[in-house]
Structure formats: structure tokens, C-alpha cells
């Protein structure tokens, strides 16, 4: 009964203070509901509030985490950018072609070449010694007749002069009575020979007669052998006794070998000695047709040039003049020179070689083989390796090579550039000195 006098009560005063415009029952709900709902909001808020906080102290920690990855990582690429910074003083020369063309750096195409070395060395050519006849007169006389000039070209046998000799006439009558006796002695030792057979005639005097053809002979032989000596031939001793009166004191001066006559001496009328030792030769005669090309070998050199290597001669242009190989290498050194001569015998059979013609004799050594080749200034040493250098698209960077023998001016690469790359054959100190002052600017000792 109590809760239905309330009820009441509060409707009754809910509807005066409605009609006093106060509030509405509705309105009155409505503010309760909005009053829970603010509650509600509030509550609301400050878990969000808390939420949020929440997610802001896990949101700075996450900054601060990303912000100590990211410092890191700079400092990770500072470092990695430092040290390619390093690599690229080290191990790259920035240049432009302009500027390298400028620097009279080269780039040449890696090919490979047989691995042979070229000598070229100093030759002269000389006459063969055993080419050359120096004519002294025999025997003495006076010249009477000259029959060749300096120049001419003559063959063996053939007569340069005529000399009257009285020397030459003693020895012929003395071979023409020599010769007289000993056919008078061979006469009576066949008579004794015959008397004895009939033992007409005692054994003695057979032994006497054999005796004195024997001595004789022996005359005869003597007196024959001393004009052999001053050039009288077996043809022209056969057919002394014929000779016309006064002819016997004639000689002529025969060459004895066929060439050209170098120089004469010889003068009509002149008078010579055959026991002058100091007197020039009559005539001088050559034969150029085979000529030595003397080579002067350096000490360094030796152990190349050796006999039955090739040769080849040419000119001071560059034509090629002969080629042959070397025939002997003399053993000793030249005092002045201080090389070793390296002879080769040289044709010159068309007569275009000189003697006292100073060419170049390029010797070629080596086996021969292919092999990829380079001129020996275009590999360095860069921090203790091999290198030569290749072109990039903006300079020049170095290459590891094994490097072989050295060849002439050239050496051998056995590894580390291929036929068709591309490298500086000109320049490379020029690089490696920029590669060394980039390193050095940076603080960087190599």
C-alpha cells in the first residue's frame, strides 16, 4: 500500500513540475539516460584515453627503436660508403677520353703473337778473307807490260802483267842444261846397261853410270821446282827449249783467283823485288760475290745468337737486303767495342752489297709459340700485384695478370687478359701514379 502512495506521489509531482515547464517526464528520463550515457562516454574516454596512451608510450618506443635501427644502418652505410669510397681510390682512376688522350694514354686490343724476339743489332760487310788475293811479283825484275786495270773483272789464270826478269832467265838455262844432262846421263847408264848384260863392262861401272843419272835427275828436279816456285808451269817447261831467243827472261803475273781488281800498284817500266817483304802488292783482286756480315753481339745478347739462328739483313729504310743464318760466333771479345762478332756468310752473287756497307742485322730468338703479348710498360706493380690497366665507362681501373718471359720489349701474359680485351699498351705509369695520388689525398697509404 506504502509503494502505491509513492508511486503516486511521484507521478503527481512529476506532472506539476511538467506543467510548470520545468521539465517533461521524458526529458526527465532522457537526461537520466544522458547522464548515464556521459557517464558511460567518460568512461569510455578514459579507457580510450588509456588506450591511447598506451599505444602512444609502445608507438614511442617503436620510434625510438626504428630511430636506433635507422642510426645504425647509417653508420653501417657511412662505414660501407667510406670504405667504397676507398675502393674506388684505390682501384679506379676516373678520366675522361679527352683527358686521357691528352695523357698519352693508349688503349690497344689484347691479340695473341708468336713469342719471338727480334735482335736488331749493328752489322758490317766485309770481303771474304778467303776471297781476296794480294799479287806480289815471284821473282825480281822490271815490268814491261800491264794487261788489267783497277776495276776490271777478271777470271783465274788470267795474265795482269809482264815482267822481264834476269832472275827468271839464270834459272831457265840452268833447267835447260840440268835438263841436258840428265839426258846425256840416261843415255850412258843404258849403254852400261846393255855392256853389262854381255859382260862387256864391269858391275862398277854400271853402279857409276846409275850414280850419275841418279845426281841428274836430281839436278833437273831442283832447277824445275824453283821455277814451279816463280810461277813457270809444267806446259810452258815443256816447251822451253823452244822458246825464241831473249824469251826466256819473260814471265807473266797471273791472278789466281777471278774477281775485281781492287788496286793496282804496278807501273810500266817500274822495277819490283820478290825479297822485299814491305813492298805493296802489284795488284789487290776480290771476289764479291760472297761477302761476310760481320754482327756485333752485346754481352747480353750472347746467349741468344748463337750458330744456325736466322738473320736477316736490312737497311737503314727498313728494305730487306738478304738473309741466311749465322755461321760462326768468334770467341773473343772486341776491346773496344766489348762485343762478340757473329758472322754470317752472305750471297751476293747479283752484286747489290757493298763491302764497308753498314746495315742491321735482326736476329730472331724464341720458340715461336702463341702467346698473348703486351709491351713490357703496360703491366705495373699496384699494392704488390700484376696489373695492367683497362678501360671502364668512366676511366681506367687496374687488372690482375700472370705475366710470362720477357721478350724483346714485349712480355708474355699467361693469365688474367684474353685475346679481344681491351687495356692500356701506353700510360700505365701515368694511371698508376694517379691511382697513388688519389689514395694519398684520401689519407690512405698504399
Known amino acids: 500500500m506504502r509503494l502505491i502512495l509513492a508511486t503516486v506521489f511521484l507521478t503527481f509531482v512529476g506532472l506539476s513540475l511538467a506543467a510548470c515547464g520545468n521539465i517533461s517526464p521524458t526529458d526527465s528520463a532522457t537526461e537520466h539516460d544522458h547522464e548515464e550515457h556521459d557517464h558511460e562516454e567518460h568512461d569510455h574516454e578514459e ?10 608510450h609502445d608507438h614511442e618506443e617503436h620510434d625510438h627503436d626504428d630511430h636506433d635501427e635507422r642510426e645504425e644502418k647509417s653508420s653501417q652505410d657511412e662505414h660501407a ?27 690497344s686490343v689484347a691479340a695473341k703473337n708468336a713469342a719471338n724476339e727480334t735482335l736488331s743489332l749493328p752489322a758490317e760487310l766485309r770481303f771474304d778473307a778467303d776471297r781476296v788475293a794480294a799479287i806480289s811479283p815471284l821473282v825480281s825484275g822490271r815490268i814491261e807490260n800491264l794487261t788489267a786495270r783497277e776495276g776490271d773483272t777478271i777470271s783465274r789464270g788470267d795474265t795482269l802483267a809482264v815482267l822481264a826478269s834476269r832472275e827468271l832467265a839464270d834459272l831457265k838455262a840452268e833447267y835447260l842444261t840440268a835438263e841436258t844432262a840428265e839426258t846425256l846421263a840416261r843415255q850412258a847408264l843404258a849403254r852400261e846397261q ?3 848384260a854381255e859382260k862387256i863392262t864391269s858391275e862398277a861401272d854400271l853402279q857409276t853410270a846409275t850414280a850419275a843419272f841418279a845426281g841428274a835427275r836430281a839436278q833437273r828436279e831442283g832447277v824445275e821446282n824453283k821455277l814451279h816456285a816463280v810461277g813457270v808451269s809444267d806446259a810452258e817447261l815443256s816447251k822451253l827449249s823452244e822458246s825464241p831467243d831473249g824469251s ?7 791472278a789466281p783467283i777471278g774477281g775485281v ?11 819490283v823485288s820478290a825479297d822485299d817483304p814491305g813492298a805493296p802488292a802489284l795488284f789487290t783482286i776480290v771476289d764479291d760475290s760472297v761477302l761476310w756480315a760481320d754482327i756485333a753481339v752485346y754481352k747480353q745478347d750472347i746467349s741468344a745468337v748463337q750458330p744456325g739462328i736466322a738473320v736477316n739483313l736490312v737497311s737503314s729504310t727498313g728494305a730487306m737486303l738478304a738473309s741466311g743464318q749465322v755461321a760462326l760466333v768468334l770467341p773473343s771479345f772486341d776491346e773496344t767495342s766489348r762485343t762478340v762478332t757473329a758472322r754470317m756468310i752472305v750471297d751476293n752473287a747479283e752484286g747489290r752489297l757493298r763491302p764497308g756497307q753498314f746495315v742491321t742485322a735482326q736476329i730472331m730468338t724464341g720458340n715461336g709459340a702463341l702467346a698473348v703479348m703486351v709491351p713490357a710498360g703496360a703491366i705495373v706493380q699496384v699494392e704488390g700485384r700484376t696489373v695492367v690497366f683497362v678501360p671502364t665507362d668512366d676511366g681506367f681501373e687496374p687488372k690482375q695478370v700472370t705475366e710470362g718471359q720477357q ?12 685475346v679481344g680485351e681491351r687495356y692500356v699498351s701506353e700510360g700505365a705509369f701515368t694511371l698508376k701514379a694517379q691511382l697513388e695520388k688519389d689514395a694519398f689525398g684520401d689519407g690512405h697509404v698504399h
Open 47 to 56: 579507457h580510450d584515453h588509456e588506450e591511447h596512451d598506451h599505444e602512444e
Open 81 to 107: 660508403g667510406h670504405d667504397h669510397g676507398d675502393a674506388e681510390h684505390s682501384d679506379h682512376v676516373e678520366l675522361s677520353l679527352e683527358a686521357a688522350r691528352e695523357a698519352g694514354i693508349v688503349v
Open 194 to 196: 846393255t855392256l853389262y
Open 248 to 254: 826466256l827472261a819473260a814471265t807473266r803475273v797471273r
Open 261 to 271: 781488281i781492287a788496286q793496282r800498284t804496278a807501273m810500266l817500266g817500274a822495277s
Open 407 to 418: 721478350i724483346g720489349d714485349r712480355k708474355v701474359i699467361r693469365s688474367g687478359l684474353a
